[in-house]
C-alpha cells in the first residue's frame, strides 16, 4: 500500500504534475532546466521534484554532463491514472 500512496502523493503537486505533463509532451529525456521557468520555481525545487517523482517510480533520470535528465519510466501507464484522474474529476 506504501507504494501506492507514494505515487499519489507525487502526483498530488501542481508543479509536479507540470512536470510529468512536460516530460509527457517530449519523446525522450529532458534537462530538469527546462522546467524552472514553467513552474515559476529555481531549479533546486525542480531538482526536488524530480526526486519526489522518480522516488515515486514516476520517472527515472540521467546525468549528462553537469545536467539531470528524466523522462516518465512508463508514458502508457501514467497517461492512464492521469485520465482515470480526470474522468473523477469530471464525473463529480
Known amino acids: 500500500m506504501q507504494n501506492k500512496s507514494e505515487v499519489f ?30 513552474i515559476g520555481k529555481d531549479m533546486s525545487v525542480v531538482y526536488r521534484h524530480f526526486s519526489k517523482l522518480e522516488e515515486a517510480g514516476i520517472i527515472e533520470t540521467r546525468k549528462r554532463g553537469r545536467k539531470l535528465e528524466g523522462r516518465v519510466k512508463k508514458p502508457d501507464k501514467v497517461r492512464k491514472i492521469l485520465k482515470n484522474a480526470e474522468e473523477i474529476k469530471n464525473e463529480s
Open 9 to 38: 502523493e507525487a502526483l498530488s503537486s501542481e508543479q509536479r504534475l507540470r512536470i510529468v505533463y512536460g516530460l509527457l509532451e517530449h519523446d525522450g529525456y529532458k534537462c530538469y532546466c527546462e522546467f524552472e521557468k514553467e
